[in-house]
């Protein structure tokens, strides 16, 4: 019954102006559903003195929790028949590449879409946050490592936070410091134990307990605790979540980078920061990769940062719900931070069509992807922020769900300078022997290609040759003008193909 009165009290509070519960947390809670009588028994149990740091931290949690969200996703074909790809059904990656690549030409156009969303502030418990703020809260003050390095603000950002990114939210700290705490909590309290020296320790129990295969970067579900413990391995994305609240759980201030798009190969990067001085994040990354080859010119145009904290600027708070956006862009909160890795340049672009939102886009994966949006409100130019240098993009639109050409091909160049590709020049076009559709890939012999070159929006065939038994073929060709050369008979078909110009006699790929 004193309980039942408490959650009545508490509940007509929320209406009131005089309550204690600051008013973006009533709106939020007043939005919980059945969540709501046990988010205010909690701020109760939370209000002794001892406890005024709980409180804020459930504060933080639910003001920001409007947000977030755990999504799955499903691959459909262009009737909504649904397909499944088991990872162990297929001994390797190009096998299941293969795969899909002949589904798709039986099928049609194969596209990844959501199938369930939950909102947190419907589906998270208040047993889930306290657990999460009691765990969080007793492994920040107990450290001694990290003293006079986070304040509560470090710890509400990147300690607290009870998911990373749309995964399932689960109780991680617990499961987390069971499975790795033997070994962590016996070298905490040596002399030579520092914060670089044990992040070093935690990474280094993660990379051998669980492994980079590329199998899963064709599998788009978040992977739960225990499937991902079972397995073994993960992609990119799923590594760095676990790796990020590996670190939470030992009260280490941590975060997910991720370049969704490289802007000269297929595929992107998800890795983990720590945080280790109050304005300096420092980057972890598996075996295999290095700070020197992911910041390699013309390889990363965006660099973003995961956060739980709401932004009231971002294109996910400021777009219609009904508004379609690509990934990365408009479905979560991100800080960009591409400056603290490559060089960057602002720039002003010029459209030749228009919307409200303008993105620029990066080949990827045999077709171009948007890695930055503006908000150019139907004019004929918009500015775009932070971007990679030495590298092409493409400006885009979107209308009815489909990203659309909305501008000229450009080159960003090294000195900031955009040099738009026209393909229209007085120079005369020049013989050139081509050996290659990559960088790294050579022309195979006797084979059929097909020169594409970028006009009027899209991808248009301009000659088909064979390689002969040279495996090279020979073409007419203008300076400073898209081309792909490729032995897909249609560019919807393209794969890790990359476009290339040619400047002063020579093939430049992008």
Not at 269 to 286: A, D, G, K, M
Not at 382 to 399: A, C, D, E
Not at 485 to 499: N, T, V
Request: contains cysteine; positive net charge.
């Amino acid at each position: 019954m004193f309980l039942l009165l408490i959650t009545l009290i508490n509940v007509g509070c929320l209406k009131s102006k005089k309550t204690g519960i600051p008013k973006p947390i009533r709106r939020v809670i007043n939005l919980s559903g059945i969540h709501k009588v046990a988010f205010l028994n909690t701020m109760v149990s939370y209000e002794a003195p001892g406890d005024s740091l709980k409180l804020k931290a459930l504060y933080y949690l639910i003001a920001n929790m409007g947000s977030h969200y755990e999504i799955t996703y499903k691959i459909t074909d262009s009737t909504g028949k649904v397909y499944s790809f088991p990872i162990n059904d297929y001994p390797n990656y190009h096998t299941l590449k293969k795969h899909l690549r002949l589904l798709k030409e039986k099928r049609g156009h194969l596209k990844v879409e959501h199938d369930t969303i939950l909102l947190d502030i419907k589906s998270v418990s208040s047993q889930l946050l306290t657990s999460n703020i009691d765990t969080a809260i007793d492994s920040w003050e107990n450290s001694i490592y990290n003293q006079n390095i986070y304040s509560f603000n470090n710890f509400c950002q990147y300690i607290l936070p009870y998911r990373v990114a749309n995964e399932k939210a689960e109780p991680f700290r617990k499961f987390l410091r069971t499975r790795y705490g033997v070994k962590i909590f016996s070298i905490l309290h040596h002399s030579h134990v520092n914060l670089v020296s044990l992040i070093s320790r935690i990474h280094q129990l993660v990379v051998n307990d669980i492994s980079y295969d590329k199998r899963y970067e064709l599998h788009y579900n978040f992977p739960t605790l225990d499937e991902i413990t079972t397995a073994h391995r993960g992609n990119f994305r799923d590594l760095a979540i676990y790796e990020v609240k590996a670190f939470r759980s030992f009260g280490i201030a941590s975060t997910m980078d991720y370049s969704p798009y490289f802007a000269d190969t297929s595929g992107g990067y998800f890795w983990p920061v720590v945080l280790v001085s109050p304005q300096q994040f420092i980057p972890v990354f598996y075996p295999g990769i290095s700070s020197d080859n992911l910041t390699a010119p013309g390889k990363l145009s965006k660099v973003y940062r995961r956060k739980y904290t709401d932004d009231s600027s971002s294109l996910f708070r400021i777009k219609k719900m009904s508004e379609h956006t690509p990934a990365f862009l408009g479905q979560f909160n991100y800080d960009d931070v591409t400056d603290e890795y490559v060089p960057t340049a602002n720039i002003t672009v010029a459209l030749t069509d228009t919307a409200r939102y303008a993105y620029l886009a990066v080949f990827n994966n045999g077709s171009w992807q948007p890695v930055q949006w503006s908000q150019s409100k139907k004019q004929r130019q918009t500015h775009f922020s932070k971007m990679g240098v030495n590298i092409l993009y493409l400006p885009m639109i979107i209308r009815k769900e489909k990203t659309l050409p909305a501008g000229l091909p450009f080159l960003l160049q090294k000195d900031g300078k955009v040099k738009v590709l026209t393909g229209q020049t007085t120079i005369p076009k020049k013989s050139l022997t081509l050996t290659r559709s990559t960088p790294h890939h050579l022309l195979q012999p006797h084979q059929i290609y097909f020169l594409y070159q970028w006009e009027n929006n899209q991808w248009k065939t301009i000659r088909r040759f064979d390689s002969g038994y040279r495996g090279t073929v020979s073409a007419m060709l203008k300076p400073f003008t898209l081309y792909i050369l490729s032995q897909k008979k249609s560019a919807k078909w393209f794969d890790d193909e990359r476009p290339f110009i040619v400047k002063s006699n020579r093939v430049i790929f992008y």
